[in-house]
Nanobody
Framework: QVQIEESGGGLVQPGGSLRLSCEAS????????MSWYRQAPGKERELVAL????????NYADSVTGRFTISRDLSKNTVYLQMDSLQSEDTAVYYC????????????WGQGIQVTVSS
């Protein structure tokens, strides 16, 4: 059974930093694609950052490039999202997603975690 647990959200002032963590289990982590999405009030869920654990390739939304960094710890089955220079526009619920096909096909979401950027 795939399990995903996010942590690290909260309230931060504009210009500040936060690091989100996503610990996963129930699948072969090094054969997965891990992603962070976010959904602001009244908006659709959007992809923020993606990490392919097979080849290490990373992708970012244009709005966060240069400010956010996705990384992983294969020994802990955990992916991180380091968020720097946060802006009010980054306020949203952030979701961790895991998808892959080993051992069986899956596309699973965490429960989401609130990030609020406000003075």
């Amino acid at each position: 059974q795939v399990q995903i647990e996010e942590s690290g959200g909260g309230l931060v002032q504009p210009g500040g930093s936060l690091r989100l963590s996503c610990e996963a289990s129930g699948f072969v982590f090094r054969r997965s694609t891990m992603s962070w999405y976010r959904q602001a009030p009244g908006k659709e869920r959007e992809l923020v950052a993606l990490l392919n654990n097979i080849n290490g390739i990373k992708n970012y939304a244009d709005s966060v490039t240069g400010r956010f960094t996705i990384s992983r710890d294969l020994s802990k089955n955990t992916v991180y999202l380091q968020m720097d220079s946060l802006q009010s526009e980054d306020t949203a619920v952030y979701y961790c997603n895991a998808r892959g096909v080993v051992p069986i096909s899956y596309d699973s979401w965490g429960q989401g975690i609130q990030v609020t950027v406000s003075s």
